[in-house]
């Protein structure tokens, strides 16, 4: 069956989903290129490929937000991998957070926008050659272009809340800098429900700017379409094949064969892409394939104030601090639902539920670490993916030193107490020496609560296949026709929030790609 | 994978003892006064192998550890709330770190049922909030069947 066929289907225009498809045997179509993921990195090559004119097809596995619901739990069922319950392991569980939808994480994200630091470019071009691919002004132009795109700016006043409000008080009382945040929303209403999934679609998540506009353009989406691998002809990447899955019930429907004509663009994830690439059989020469994964990992720390915080009004992520970026920290407010909330309160039975009661008068701001650590991802036990994750004493080091920069923070800008949320430190504290005893702690990570949401480097680009798994201009080494365009190929983390580096590299090497000549 | 009738019941007991009804004025509703086993239900059917394996193990080592920590020849389930609420306390302050996660992982279980309650959600004034409970929460007849190939 070619999409030809399919007659008055059910899902928005463009887009085909199980329900479309369930009484085929096989589903069959071919395109220019394919795409696989629609993420910040899926979205983006398509949107671009589909600009130039070239016949696109991008492959989903997730569903699509149709009608976002404000409680995690449904928004985790349907929207979320593994429900938000993949963790890496290492002597401490992190928990990975990624989206699976169409649109992919930037569905569920803080909107958070910032530009690949130029520090880090420059290592990129000393160490693995980058500049001989792109240069850090055209990455500039690309960036111009996704800010008008996106519509970037700063949370305005009328949605900044008071979470974000406080935090900019504490971070000027310590002495430090800090800013609006850049966000990639148009008419933001401040629900704090960015993570839920924009319930005005406000965001400008994939799902609403890139992927409709690569429709517009031409391009085909199948969504609930898991690819399972790429094959091969004359050594050349030319097929995909994969099987229509629901991702909630898991109700199996027919295997699918989509052809590319001109390449097969891998943006599955830096989790999912080295899986894909290995069920293939191509990237491992270098043995490099799903090694070095790199993070920021992140813990937060919970204030008490006196005044009503009301953390559920305002932009969900408005204000940050870069001032010790140099040292890898990164500060950010951080808007979180009652759920995650919930969870990262210290009490238990009734002390849980005054914490609870007291909502109102949280605020939560977090710390993100540019880590050193490097992990594994590989095939795991019960099928899917499992990784391996565990933080350095220097990274360990780095989150006490930012946690107890928070706790500054916090009492800076008034707060009653402070929750620190690390195991060795009082579960409250009332005045900022209490948090002293923090710089003793053995540098354990178990003694904190991570998660991991920025994740790169297991498919890393570089010159040479013996040390790298892709090329400089993305393709993998030894399977010609095949691309990764996602954060897998960054050579190292970014002390930033990654989007938007993510959508500028997918759009430099898709218009790379759209320059080349058919084969 | 699912959990057996009595799994079902000892997971109840740990969730609301977490999270009691009664213990504040704002919030006087527990985690008891939802639907908590259809959550359970929901969840189980829908969580990763992995997630429900450690799940289940937690909970068979909660539940066995009266005997080890209190020295009672009792279940969990079969403690006074008194209690209960000590025998998690001492996990949750537990050096151990697996041991101090436990009690943390059923709260993040509980607390993913409670907190997206819009009953809940109201009591705390937070807005916006979902005008229908999830699915979970709705009876049966309220309840859309889960359609193979759905938007969601
Ligand atoms: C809670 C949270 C908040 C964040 N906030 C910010 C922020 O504010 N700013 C920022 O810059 N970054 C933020 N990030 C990170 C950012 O969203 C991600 O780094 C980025 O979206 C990754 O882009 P990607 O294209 O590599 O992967 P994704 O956006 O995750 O997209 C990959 C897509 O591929 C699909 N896929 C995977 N395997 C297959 C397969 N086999 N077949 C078909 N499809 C497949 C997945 O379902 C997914 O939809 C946040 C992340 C999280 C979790
Ligand atoms: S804060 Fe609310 S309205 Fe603003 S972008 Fe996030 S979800 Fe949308």
Redesign the interface.
Known sequence: MSVADLDAPA?PAGMF????V?ERALVEDSADVIVIGSGAAGATSARVLSAAGLEVIVLEEG?????P??????S????WR??G??AAEG???TPLLQGRVVGGTTVMNGAIIHRLPEPIYDGWAAEHAVNRSFSYAELERVFDALDRELMVGPAPDAVFGENNRLMQLGVERIGATGNRIQRSVSGCRG?A?CNQGC?TRRKQSMDVSFIPRALEAGARLYY?CRAERVRAKRSRAEAVEGR?V?P??R?R?PRFRFHARRAIVVCASAIQTPGLLAASGVGRRSRLLGERLQAHPGTGVVGVFDAPVKM??GATQGYESKHFWHERMKFEAVGM???F???RLPG???A???E??S??HLAIWGVQIRAEAQGQVRR?L?G?TSVHYDLTDADVERLKLGVSRLIQMMFAAGAREVLPGV?GLPERISSPDQAAPLAALPSDP?RF?CIAAHLFGTAKLGLSPHSSVVDLQGQVHDSPGLYVMDSSIFPTNLGVNPQHSISALAWLLSERLAERKAP | MGLLPFEKRWLVSVIT????SG?????PE?AADLPLER?ID?LLA??????LLGLRACLWVVSLAPCVVLGRLRLFHQLGDEEQ?QL??RF?DS?A?LV??M??LF??VG????????R??AR???????ETP???ARTASQRAP???????
Not at chain 1, 63 to 67: D, E, N, P
Not at chain 1, 69 to 74: N, P, Q
Not at chain 2, 46 to 51: M, T
């Open positions: 899902s989903g199980l329900r479309d369930a569903s699509v937000l149709s009608a619901r404000s409680d995690m739990y449904t985790f069922k349907h929207h593994d429900m319950l993949q002597r401490a569980f629900s429900h319930p609930q229509f629901d909630v019930t109700a429907g559920s009004f639902p009652l759920e909330a919930a969870a238990i039975g009734p849980l539920m005054q609870l009661a909502f109102d795991g019960f899917g195991h178990r609560h | 003892c977490l999270i009691p213990a504040s004025e704002r919030l527990g959550f929901d829908h969580a990763p192998l992995k997630f609420l998690l306390t949750k050096d770190y101090r996660e009690p943390l709260k993040m607390c993913l049922a409670y907190g997206g309650h819009p809940i959600q705390l004034a937070l807005e916006p909030r979902d999830p699915d979970w889960e359609t193979p190939g759905g938007d969601s």
